[in-house]
């Protein structure tokens, strides 16, 4: 929805918040619902209301449970039947520099200042490690903004008795903790009210009030950033950047002014900002995130600008070229499905607000972030918090690798007549196993990232994959895959729930990069070993029909199950007797 | 800016705010008689009276407003 993109319009926001509200639930898309308690230490009532707009934004469809007013503290040490009964998947605490106990004062000696650190930090740990405890769910904690006014001016921020120094030291801990919990997170608030203006952010009139530690108008900058977040966690960020390139990449138009005459790189104001810009993109890569791009150009000249000797990108960088006089919208479609990605995965990149209604028209899914003045570029997308990560892992910072290999056997691909001798000279090798510690983060992220090749679309938390690891009841199996041409990581999940002589599969995932490799029967072949040892007689499938997986509908059928079942949705049931079972894997081996 | 101007405008304003086309406000309209409008809300209507005017409301009259005939009075005392 366009008045919740980046630039936004604070008080129209605002404003309308109840009829936006009203549109967004009446749009026709599907959302996965998400229920997210709020507990505070000033006023949510806003935060929460403006937070729902950019959720249902991002398809999701939160519920909240909201404390009583300031009762964070008491709420988190002593939950309430409440807070238990609405078991959250996400917990949010909306503290800030107003919550503070113990302010250091001027005539404190060092080690007063030092204890009072420690106490304000042992108090939010209890905190964060209650919640734990009692929830096992991902947790997101505001940081600490900057006090509004600075009694020791610019000292305030080194001299110990400063209270920005005291700030300072508190997100330092926060940060720490941060990097040694997996299901911790942090909201910038430190980062948001600078963004917005501190004065104006801080403005006592709002906290005196009506108890809002912002500014009113603060408040959807805030709730966007901390969507951000939340969209990250359950795994809804983008992957693609699909660049226009003539005023996108580079001033000018190429087809009109030559190579020679466009303007990117050292010489000029309008050069070194597209520069950049390509610098920006360049890093964007670095985190994973796959470049297309997406031109209205002869091929030939897009790879002309593409080559220019003070460019910053390459041809090589991107994933997929389209340059073509075709519609964009078209061209977007053909990227996503040679990706083997939906549409609805990508960020077009476009000055021209004309290409950018084209695509979201047809695909109302994809963000088109404003593309006004090159200066703003950066700004705009970094804003748009579209490829925001809730965590890195190896697979995403070897992802564009990943891409390039791919290129690479689809060329070997159409040197084959035989497809099956096309699979043999891969040469491929799976890593079958069950979970491990170290790669429970990635088998989350894949598994709440997977629409397409997904045959429950069921969704876990780090700590639900944790349980299955650890649960006798339980089968979770990874598989990752390398070939000749590289290493796919990590690409595939099966779960199943053992349940007397019966194994029910509730999870069975596999990423689109490695479609009709055989890698499926290979996870078929290790089940039915696992499940053979467990003295397990009969495996269930279950497929429940979404509009993303309709390639997985005969899936068991090709394992060679038995359909028991179907309902008027169109869900069905499969089974399996695991004796005389034999391999299906024919092309993989296995390490 | 007179009385029934004041009044149409903040007729469009508190529809947007309630998201209820069907409001139709009196000098002699309290929060009893619209059901949305509760402690919280009254916050963001205060927040859009504000800036469609362009005034800002004194912190003891934003507590103190009885109804809207008051909000009416304050906006034709300090708006230009």
């Known amino acids: 929805m366009k008045e919740l993109q980046y630039p936004f319009d604070s008080h129209y926001i605002l404003q309308k918040k109840k009829s936006l509200r009203r549109s967004l639930l009446s749009d026709g898309s599907a959302r996965f619902p998400k229920k997210i308690a709020v507990l505070g230490g000033s006023t949510t009532s806003d935060i929460v209301r403006i937070l729902e707009l950019f959720l249902l934004d991002q398809g999701i469809e939160p519920s909240f449970y909201e404390c009583e007013y300031g009762q964070y503290e008491q709420e988190a040490l002593f939950p309430g039947d409440d807070l238990k009964a609405f078991q959250p998947d996400l917990i949010f605490l909306h503290t800030s520099s107003r919550n503070i106990r113990n302010w250091p004062e001027a005539s404190d000696t060092p080690g007063v200042i030092c204890q009072k650190l420690?106490?304000?930090?042992?108090?939010?740990?209890?905190?964060?490690?209650?919640?734990?405890?009692?929830?096992?769910?991902?947790?997101?904690?505001?940081?600490?903004?900057?006090?509004?006014?600075?009694?020791?001016?610019?000292?305030?921020?080194?001299?110990?008795?400063g209270r920005s120094h005291f700030i300072s030291e508190l997100n330092r801990a926060l940060e720490a903790y941060a990097r040694e919990h997996e299901d911790f997170y942090i909201s910038d608030l430190n980062y948001t009210s600078a963004d917005f203006g501190l004065s104006r952010f801080s403005d006592p009139y709002y906290w005196n009030m009506y108890k809002y530690c912002m500014c009113l108008d603060a408040i959807p900058c805030f709730a966007h950033s901390l969507a951000s977040l939340i969209k990250a966690i359950f795994g809804r960020g983008k992957k693609v950047l699909a660049l226009d390139l003539d005023n996108t990449l580079w001033g000018g138009v190429i087809g009109d002014d030559g190579v020679s005459g466009i303007e990117i790189g050292q010489e000029n104001g309008t050069a070194q900002s597209y520069y950049e810009f390509q610098q920006y993109v360049k890093q964007l890569k670095s985190l994973g995130i796959v470049l297309s791009v997406c031109s209205k150009n002869d091929e030939e000249n897009a790879l002309e600008g593409l080559n220019h000797p003070e460019g910053f990108l390459k041809p090589d960088d991107f994933a997929v070229i389209k340059a073509n006089w075709d519609n964009k919208d078209s061209n977007i479609l053909q990227t996503a499905q040679e990706l083997g990605l939906l549409p609805e995965s990508i960020v077009f990149a476009d000055d021209n607000p004309v290409e950018r209604d084209i695509v979201t028209a047809r695909f109302p899914g994809i963000a088109a972030p404003v593309m006004d003045r090159v200066e703003n570029y950066i700004l705009h997308l970094d804003r748009g918090g579209y490829f925001e990560p809730a965590s890195l892992n190896e697979d995403d910072l070897k992802r564009a690798q990943m891409y390039q290999?791919?290129?690479?056997?689809?060329?070997?691909?159409?040197?084959?007549?035989?497809?099956?001798?096309?699979?043999?000279?891969?040469?491929?090798?799976?890593?079958?196993?069950?979970?491990?510690?170290?790669?429970?983060p990635r088998i989350t992220q894949l598994t709440n990232k997977s629409n397409q090749f997904n045959l429950t679309t069921r969704r876990y938390t780090p700590d639900e994959m944790e349980a299955v690891m650890n649960s006798p009841e339980y089968i979770g199996l990874y598989g990752k895959l390398t070939d000749k041409f590289g290493d796919n990581g990590l690409v595939s999940v099966v779960v199943g729930h053992i349940a007397g002589d019966v194994l029910d599969i509730d999870l069975w995932l596999m990423s689109c990069r490695v479609l009709k490799r055989d890698m499926e029967y290979a996870m078929l072949d290790a089940l039915a070993a696992e499940a053979a040892a467990r003295n397990i007689s009969v495996i269930r499938g279950y497929y429940f029909p979404t509009k993303k997986n309709h390639m997985v509908k005969d899936l068991y059928e090709s394992f060679g199950f038995t359909k028991i079942s179907e309902d008027e949705n169109g869900s069905t049931v499969w089974e399996l007797n695991t004796s005389g079972y034999t391999s299906k894997n024919r092309y993989i081996r296995l390490l | 800016m007179n009385e029934r101007q004041i009044l149409e405008r903040l007729n469009y304003v508190f529809r947007d705010v309630f998201d209820d086309e069907s409001i139709v406000l009196s000098r002699r309209t309290t929060a009893d008689d619209i059901e949305d409008w509760d402690s919280l809300e009254h916050i963001t209507l205060i927040a859009a009276v504000e800036a469609e005017f362009h005034i800002r409301f004194k912190m003891h009259e934003v507590s103190t407003m009885k109804n809207v005939g008051e909000m009416v009075d304050i906006i034709a005392a300090r708006a230009r």
């Open chain 1, 118 to 161: 420690a106490d304000e930090t042992s108090r939010f740990q209890t905190i964060w490690n209650s919640l734990r405890d009692h929830f096992h769910c991902p947790m997101i904690q505001n940081n600490f903004e900057a006090p509004f006014f600075r009694l020791l001016g610019n000292a305030d921020c080194w001299d110990l008795r």
């Open chain 1, 405 to 440: 290999e791919n290129k690479k056997r689809d060329i070997e691909r159409a040197q084959f007549s035989d497809y099956g001798e096309y699979l043999s000279s891969l040469n491929m090798e799976a890593e079958i196993g069950e979970f491990i510690p170290m790669y429970i």
